[in-house]
């Protein structure tokens, strides 16, 4: 994995999702999001899908709170652009996402490698918790 951190943008996989989401907007996040929620608990979920849809919801609820140091810079430019429009981006997608990639995905398997509760398993627990209030 080409990561250079534990942020949700810190990933070669993320910085590949931003430039899909230039092209295609909210469109990007929804299929971030549908990647992961439509698959079964018995399916691989790899690591590229996961890591979009972590930087998806990320995005999604920054949308709300307006907080955007967890953001690549091409991400917090697109948000400031495109705010009113993310924000309504079904935030239950989001934390269904996170929390499959959560349960049980490739990128999960790797912060695993590291121990079990990394600040990746701490971030994730607290998107979620963001989702939750947003």
Same mark, same amino acid.
């Given at each position: 994995m080409g990561a250079w951190g534990h942020g949700p943008f810190d990933n070669d996989s993320a910085g %590949?999702?931003? %430039?899909?989401? +230039? %092209?295609?907007g909210t469109a990007a996040i929804d299929e971030a999001f549908e990647a992961v929620i439509a698959l079964d608990d018995s399916d691989y979920? #790899?690591?590229?899908?996961? +890591?979009?849809?972590?930087? &998806?919801? %990320?995005l999604v609820s920054r949308a709300h709170d307006g907080v955007t140091d967890s953001l690549s810079e091409e991400a917090a430019l697109w948000l400031a652009e495109n705010r009113e429009a993310a924000k309504a981006v079904d935030r239950t997608r989001a934390r269904l996402a996170v929390e499959r990639v959560y349960?049980? +995905? #490739?990128?999960?398997?790797?912060?695993? #490698?590291?121990?079990?509760?990394?600040?990746?398993? &701490?971030?994730? @627990?607290?998107?979620?918790?963001?989702?939750? @209030?947003?």
């Open positions: %590949d999702w931003v %430039d899909q989401l +230039s %092209d295609a979920l #790899e690591l590229d899908p996961a +890591s979009a849809a972590i930087a &998806a919801a %990320d349960r049980l +995905s #490739e990128l999960r398997e790797l912060w695993d #490698e590291n121990g079990p509760d990394t600040e990746w398993h &701490a971030d994730t @627990r607290e998107l979620l918790q963001r989702l939750a @209030r947003s």
